[in-house]
């Protein structure tokens, strides 16, 4: 009487279909709770006869399993059921992720680096808060030159007027970072270093408190200036067009001997002159020299066996030329609308 019982709730449980959750939840516990059928027929189960019991009790698992099988896969199907229906409506709007875009330095800073990468220079870096042994001492700068005046830096710590390690200074140029190299690494070496600088300048729409520069360093064996001019031509070409030229004026640098300033030919006019380029028909956009052999020997190198070249630029004087950009402090005041000038460049 039982088997019948038993073949009856297993056709019963293997038809059984529901609407929504309710219905499932109704037949759990109809079939599989405590007080359920199935549990009734369990409890059954004492009063087989012992011959039966085995037949019975497979019987009775069958019958257990078949019905945990089709509950549980009914509720599968609700759930996913419930998911379209209910919880994603496809037809709803997505709400707009607003991409940013590079900053016009990073781009250019990127495009500097790119170009010099393509030439063998390899990146290195240095601290921004540095002490005057490597800013100014290392890259023979004069005990009274300007740029060591408290007008012209900004000196953070000034403890020990005759020992340059005591005083801390934000750097005024990256070639802080050549004298960092210089201490670490024996020549050939060919460096680039980017970075941000500070000067005690007041603000306006031709200088800022702070700029960012790339500078470039090469010693080896050899190293004449006529390698540091080509590879200049090569980068000036490279970032303002095949044609551009250059031309190199006799300056002055303390790290530099001899030192020049390159121009390129005016973008705009090509050289013919115009109010850019002041009717003179070129634009500075560097310095440069051979590496003074005070700097090589400051830096543990031996200036008898070898040469060098170095360079620097400003990162802003190079976005302005490429892009117009007429005044300085438009790049570091997040004005969303002149950022977004610059989105499709990269
Ligand atoms: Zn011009």
């Known amino acids: 009487m039982i088997l019948d019982k038993i073949e009856t709730l297993l056709k019963e449980v293997n038809s059984l279909s529901a609407k929504n959750m309710e219905d499932v939840e109704q037949l759990r516990r109809k079939y599989l709770s405590k007080k359920g059928e199935i549990s009734a027929l369990m409890g059954d189960f004492r009063n087989v006869a012992t011959d039966q019991k085995r037949a019975v ?39 707009p992720i607003r991409l940013g875009s590079r900053h016009p330095l990073t781009v250019v800073k990127n495009e500097i680096i790119d170009i010099f990468d393509r030439m063998g220079f390899v990146l290195a870096d240095g601290p921004e808060i540095d002490d005057d042994l490597h800013v100014f001492t290392k890259l023979n700068f004069a005990a ?26 934000l750097r005024s140029h990256t070639s802080g970072d050549q004298a960092h190299y210089m201490e670490e690494h024996q020549p050939p070496f060919r460096i680039l270093c980017p970075g941000r600088v500070y000067r005690n300048e007041a603000i306006s729409a031709r200088a800022h408190c702070f700029f960012h520069q790339v500078e470039g360093l090469y010693v080896d064996k050899g190293v004449s200036f006529t390698d540091l001019k080509q590879v ?5 070409r490279e970032m303002f067009g095949a044609d551009t030229k250059i031309r190199l004026r006799p300056s002055y640098f303390p790290f530099t001997e001899p030192s020049a300033e390159m121009d390129i030919s005016c973008n705009i006019c090509g050289g013919k002159g115009c109010a850019f380029c002041k009717h003179t028909g070129w634009v500075e956009i560097l310095g440069c020299g051979m590496v003074d052999p005070n700097v090589l020997e400051a830096g543990g190198i031996d200036s008898k066996v070898y040469t060098g070249y170095a360079f620097g630029m400003g990162v802003e004087r190079i976005a302005n030329l490429k892009y117009r950009v007429s005044d300085l402090r438009m790049f570091s005041e997040n004005d969303l609308n002149f950022l977004k000038e610059f989105e499709s460049v990269y």
């Not at 497979?58 to 229906?85: C, F, H, P, V, Y």
């Not at 200049?232 to 000036?236: D, E, P, Q, S, V």
């Open 57 to 95: 009790g497979i019987k009775l698992n069958e019958l257990k399993k078949a019905a945990t099988d089709k509950i549980t896969s009914l509720r599968n199907q609700m759930e996913e059921a419930g998911a379209t229906n209910d919880d994603i409506d496809l037809t709803r709007s997505a709400y």
């Open 232 to 236: 200049l031509l090569t980068f000036a």
């Open 144 to 169: 009274d030159h300007p740029a060591r005046d408290m007008q012209d830096t900004f000196f953070i710590e000034q403890s020990d007027p005759n020992d340059v390690t005591k005083n801390v200074l």
